[in-house]
Every structure is written in structure tokens, then in C-alpha cells.
């Protein structure tokens, strides 16, 4: 008998071996926007779009380059753990699309990584963000 999710899951694993991450980079914003434009103008809090920042750590494949690039936490033994990588994004609140969005090792501050998103946002934006946010401004 066939066990499917394991075959979905071995197919999906082999497309993302192949997905470009430059691919990635300039999809989601293109995505972000195609869903945008189909937004009327009165779902728009105050005329301004509202973007949605949230960070969370993420354990990535046991591989050599990823430990280079994300290495595991310093308490675990070598050879014991996964890389970890750290993701900021900023989303739509009306689409829930991803405007933008980083990775970086998890040693990176989530206030760090989102001053690098900055560019995305137009000067009307809006961010809304939790309280780790509520002492910080933009430059």
C-alpha cells in the first residue's frame, strides 16, 4: 500500500532542494502586491496599510552549511543539535501576505533584523508589532 504523506513529504522536500532562495526573494513581495492591488481603498485602516511584524526562531536541516551559517545553540554538544536561524517578516493585516521578510542565526535581535525590513515599508505604513517593539522607534 501506498503511504502518500510520506511520499508528499519527500516530494516537497526535493522541490525545496531546487526553489532558489533568489527565486523566493522576488516572489514574495510580487505576490504581496498582485494581492494588494485587488484591496479597495476603503479596507484600509485610515487610507494607510497596515503591516504586521513578528519574529520566531526556526530548527533548520542538519547540514554542513547550515551550521555554518545558523549554528545551534552554544549549550548543546556538537553533533547534538540543529542549526537554528532566526526569521523576522513583516505581513499585510488585510491580505496576510508577506511584504518582507529575513533570516539570520538566531543570535540576532529581532529589532535589528526588522530596522533591515525598514526599506519595505512606505512612509504611510503602519506597523503594528508586540511588546518587544514598545520602546522602539525608527531612526
Known amino acids: 500500500m501506498l503511504n502518500v ?3 508528499i513529504r519527500g516530494l516537497e522536500s526535493k522541490a525545496r532542494k531546487r526553489l532558489p532562495e533568489r527565486l523566493l526573494q522576488r516572489l514574495v513581495p510580487e505576490s504581496a502586491e498582485q494581492l494588494e492591488q485587488q484591496v479597495r481603498p476603503e479596507q484600509q485602516w485610515c487610507g494607510r496599510w497596515v503591516r504586521v511584524g513578528d519574529g520566531t ?3 533548520m ?3 554542513e552549511a ?3 551559517d545558523y549554528p545551534q545553540h552554544g549549550n548543546q554538544a556538537q553533533g547534538c543539535g ?3 536561524a532566526r526569521l523576522v517578516v513583516f505581513f ?3 491580505t496576510g501576505a508577506v511584504v518582507a521578510a529575513c533570516i539570520a542565526d538566531w543570535t540576532t535581535s529581532e529589532i535589528v533584523m526588522s530596522r533591515w525590513l525598514y526599506e519595505d515599508l ?3 505604513d503602519v506597523l503594528l508589532a508586540d511588546q518587544a517593539y514598545g520602546r ?3 531612526p
Request: glycine fraction near 0%; charged fraction near 20%; hydrophobic fraction near 40%.
Open 122 to 124: 512606505e512612509p504611510e
Open 61 to 63: 536541516n542538519d547540514s
Open 66 to 68: 547550515n551550521q555554518r
Open 92 to 94: 499585510s493585516l488585510l
Open 57 to 59: 526562531t526556526v530548527l
Open 82 to 84: 540543529f542549526p537554528i
Open 136 to 138: 522602539w522607534t525608527w
Open 5 to 7: 504523506p510520506r511520499l
